[in-house]
């Protein structure tokens, strides 16, 4: 299955994203309201640079099956970057260029993978953080995006990942997620120089 061979491509990737976005600290409730907007910062970047272009590169019927409209998790960073009296100016004049290798239906779910794992990596994530004293007034509306429909959202894009990708272009998603991980990883380092 396509799943199974993107989460081996980009273990190490993984891992490495892990350190950079503070993931210890998360679980450890030691996370700091400075670092919690470093982490917004980068999702912020990324999902501003990439994610209506993964989306509107899919054929009709595939984001017909995603229910592509109701996978937006840019207007939940929003809310939170104003939460934390955050300036997206700053942001978004940073130059991050997301070049795919190509876009269509196969390059742009292996990029999604990313980030549909990311979302469910957040359910962890907000639960986490409401431990954490510091976080209980906040809303942590992107940790928290598809809510009750976290589980059927993440089912319906591995079975479209699964079902949809054919074995000849396999690698081309393969690639596109690991490119994912990096431009991920290099936004946060590049937005850690400028908060």
């Known amino acids: 299955m396509l799943q199974e061979k993107l989460k081996s491509a ?3 990737h993984h891992d490495e994203l892990e350190n950079l976005m503070f993931v210890q600290q998360i679980m450890n409730k030691t996370l700091t309201l ?3 907007k470093t982490l917004l910062a980068t999702n912020y ?5 990439i994610e209506s272009k993964l989306h509107e590169a899919l054929d009709d019927d595939i984001k017909e099956s995603l229910d592509i409209e109701n996978r937006d998790k840019l207007s939940a960073l ?3 970057l104003k939460e934390m009296n955050m300036d ?5 004049a940073l130059d991050i260029d997301f070049l795919l290798k190509d876009y269509n239906n196969s390059s742009s779910l292996g990029a999604m993978y990313v980030l549909e794992g990311a979302t469910l990596g957040g359910h962890v994530i907000q639960k986490k953080l409401r431990a954490n004293p510091a976080f209980e007034n906040l ?4 940790y928290n ?4 429909n976290l589980m059927p959202k993440w089912l319906s894009f591995v079975n479209v990942l699964n079902t949809t990708v054919p074995e000849e272009e396999h690698q081309l998603a393969e690639h596109s997620a690991v490119d994912m991980f990096e431009h991920i990883a290099q936004v946060s380092r590049s937005v850690k120089n400028i908060l």
């Open 78 to 80: 929003e809310q939170d």
């Open 88 to 92: 997206k100016a700053d942001l978004d």
């Open 10 to 12: 980009t273990s190490a």
């Open 45 to 49: 970047v990324v999902h501003a640079a």
């Open 145 to 148: 995006v598809y809510a009750q």
């Open 139 to 142: 809303s942590l509306n992107y």
């Open 34 to 36: 400075e670092q919690y």
